[in-house]
């Protein structure tokens, strides 16, 4: 249904730009919302955006640093992680909901994670 791809093991200071590629027909007023869950914590949200008009919402955490896109014919949504931190370590998950929702209940479609893993 979903898959986020484009992980890996960075520095502090790097960039890393995250795939979610939608395999599923999907309807124009859909959010695709990014979460990322570290060791130990809860589910956190990360950025979301409307595929129709482009509205985007970031967590405080990463605003200014992170930018989220979308391509619509290819049905996928990307994550542009700049400046990236220690603390910016966890498994990196795409989800599709229909509410501009920072909570992850609304979302009903996940994807598999991709693992960021930023050194110091």
């Known amino acids: 249904q979903l898959q986020a791809s484009g992980g890996g093991l960075v520095q502090a200071g790097a960039s890393l730009t995250l795939s979610c590629a939608a395999s599923?027909?999907?309807?124009?007023?859909?959010?695709i919302g990014w979460f990322r869950q570290a060791p130990g914590k809860e589910r956190e949200f990360v950025a979301l955006?409307?595929?129709?008009?482009?509205?985007?919402l970031y967590a405080d955490s990463v605003k200014g640093r992170f930018i989220v896109s979308r391509d619509n014919p290819k049905n996928t949504v990307y994550l542009r992680m700049n400046s990236l931190k220690p603390e910016d370590t966890a498994l990196y998950s795409c989800?599709?909901?229909?509410?501009?929702?920072?909570?992850?209940?609304?979302?009903?479609?996940w994807g598999q994670g991709t693992q960021v893993t930023v050194s110091s």
């Open positions: 989800a599709i909901g229909s509410q501009f929702s920072s909570s992850g209940s609304e979302y009903k479609s």
């Open positions: 599923v027909r999907t309807y124009s007023s859909s959010v």
């Open positions: 955006i409307r595929r129709s008009s482009g509205t985007t």
